[in-house]
């Protein structure tokens, strides 16, 4: 079974500075997705990045980019420029091709905290 | 085009009590999945469903539980004779034909058993 290891529960970081959150994950597969969704104290689970796993170039939308280094199955997430409104649980998640049949796998979060 | 639907927001049920949860996929998708989320805890998935069919439902629990997702309406997940184990908030997500990796969430039922 896939699992998805996020080993920071807690990150803090000043406004407008830099911030990269820790995500491993274990699998047999070659081909999968890799994702960080953010949980703002809405509860709304947000899609931030998504990156597809043949693929070699690093995924980026905006401030968010992500680094992702298939050897060594890690997959970490980069806030630029860190906002008061960035501050959220960032879940990691994995999913095999085709979508999976089991859904998605999350790992527990990381709870980001910015301070102004 | 609007977003993945889920109500009520909040459920209180009392231990024993049936609890039903609705969820509207987004407009042309045609996979639902559901998810739950205990404090402190990631989502865990539990069932996948297409339009009348059960794809997955291995992460379901074998009792009490079950999910239907009729050719008309809403999907829904039961919970026969809640437990305040069952207290959590419970996440539907839906996908296009073809396209499983984009799952988008609705805001969450957050049920609460006393």
């Known amino acids: 079974a896939q699992t998805v290891t996020q080993s920071q529960p807690e990150m803090s970081v000043q406004e407008a500075e830099t911030v990269t959150l820790s995500c491993t994950y274990d699998?047999?597969?070659?081909?999968?997705?890799l994702f960080w969704y953010k949980q703002p104290p809405s509860r709304q689970m947000i899609l931030v990045i998504r990156q597809e796993a043949y693929k070699q170039q690093n995924a980026t939308e905006n401030r968010f980019s992500v680094n992702f280094q298939k050897a060594a199955k890690s997959f970490s997430l980069k806030i630029s420029d860190s906002q008061l409104g960035d501050a959220a649980m960032y879940f990691c998640?994995?999913?095999?091709?085709?979508?999976?049949?089991?859904?998605?796998?999350f790992g527990k979060g990381t709870h980001l905290i910015i301070q102004p | 085009n609007a977003g993945v639907m889920q109500n009520p927001r909040h459920l209180v049920r009392r231990r024993g009590q049936e609890a039903r949860l609705r969820c509207s996929p987004m407009k042309g998708h045609s996979h639902v999945y559901w998810y739950r989320q205990l404090p402190e805890e990631g989502l865990k998935f539990m069932v996948y469903?297409?339009?009348?069919?059960?794809?997955?439902e291995s992460g379901m629990p074998k009792e009490r539980f079950s999910a239907e997702f009729p050719k008309e309406g809403p999907s829904i997940l039961r919970i026969q004779q809640v437990v305040r184990g069952d207290s959590a908030a419970y996440f539907c997500?839906?996908?296009?034909?073809?396209?499983?990796?984009?799952?988008?969430f609705g805001p969450g039922t957050r049920l609460t058993v006393t």
């Open positions: 998640a994995y999913s095999a091709p085709g979508g999976g049949a089991d859904g998605l796998t």
């Open positions: 699998t047999s597969e070659s081909d999968y997705y």
């Open positions: 469903l297409q339009k009348e069919n059960i794809i997955d």
């Open positions: 997500a839906s996908s296009p034909p073809g396209a499983r990796n984009e799952q988008y």
